[in-house]
T-cell receptor, first 115, second 113 residues
Framework: GIQVEQSPPDLILQEGANSTLRCNFS?????LQWFHQNPWGQLINLFY???GTKQNGRLSATTVATERYSLLYISSSQTTDSGVYFC?????????????????FGQGTRLTINP | DAGVTQSPTHLIKTRGQQVTLRCSPK?????VSWYQQALGQGPQFIFQ???????QRGNFPDRFSGHQFPNYSSELNVNALLLGDSALYLC????????????FGPGTRLTVT
């Protein structure tokens, strides 16, 4: 099946720094989502980005589907950005019927922002 | 616009018991997927329901079963609980034919003792 690798596994930064998180995947995808998992476990949708570039405030993401990777950028980090960031992908090969698709998650990047 | 809801929030069970977890999808969504997240790991796909039928299944034993109701809400049942079933169980919903994007609920944390 499709493999998803995230790097780095851990990242420790000072408040105000910028960071780049990477997600590599092993097959073609028609769904790629970035999530932030809060301390209570809920997955917060950051981006739905199977291709192209999107920005939302201090966060932006780029997916280069032909090269099978996606990047999540966080600028001017704040302590509230701390947590685990997951990349999850869906592939046409994972679909049995149109619209029924499972997500395959990476292992996550644990981001710690110190004041 | 109500998001995905799950109940209960926390649950403690004993080995061998059975448990039922519940999920209501986001308004306008008709597809529900269940994921298991062990400590320190990424979520793993259990199964997905659409039109009240199981449409896809991950690598989980038959002890894990589910149901979807006409109002699109769903239940996850786990029989003969093992210590290894202790995990965060996440429900996600999506709208078939509109977008592949999935939205997750807050999860149910199950502890098996």
């Amino acid at each position: 099946g499709i493999q998803v690798e995230q790097s780095p596994p851990d990242l420790i930064l000072q408040e105000g720094a910028n960071s780049t998180l990477r997600c590599n995947f092993s097959d073609s995808v028609n769904n790629l989502q970035w999530f932030h998992q809060n301390p209570w476990g809920q997955l917060i949708n950051l981006f739905y980005i199977p291709s192209g570039t999107k920005q939302n405030g201090r966060l932006s993401a780029t997916t280069v589907a032909t090269e099978r990777y996606s990047l999540l950028y966080i600028s001017s980090s704040q302590t509230t950005d701390s947590g685990v960031y997951f990349c999850a992908v869906g592939s046409p090969r994972l679909m049995i019927i149109q619209g029924a698709q499972k997500l395959v998650f990476g292992q996550g990047t644990r981001l710690t922002i110190n004041p | 616009d109500a998001g995905v809801t799950q109940s209960p929030t926390h649950l403690i069970k004993t080995r061998g018991q059975q448990v039922t977890l519940r999920c209501s999808p986001k308004s306008g969504h008709d597809t529900v997927s269940w994921y298991q997240q062990a400590l320190g790991q990424g979520p793993q796909f259990i199964f997905q329901y659409y039109e009240e039928e199981e449409r896809q299944r991950g690598n989980f034993p038959d002890r894990f079963s589910g149901h979807q109701f006409p109002n699109y809400s769903s239940e996850l049942n786990v029989n003969a609980l093992l210590l290894g079933d202790s995990a965060l169980y996440l429900c996600a919903s999506s709208r078939r034919g509109y977008s592949y994007e999935q939205y997750f609920g807050p999860g149910t944390r199950l502890t098996v003792t």
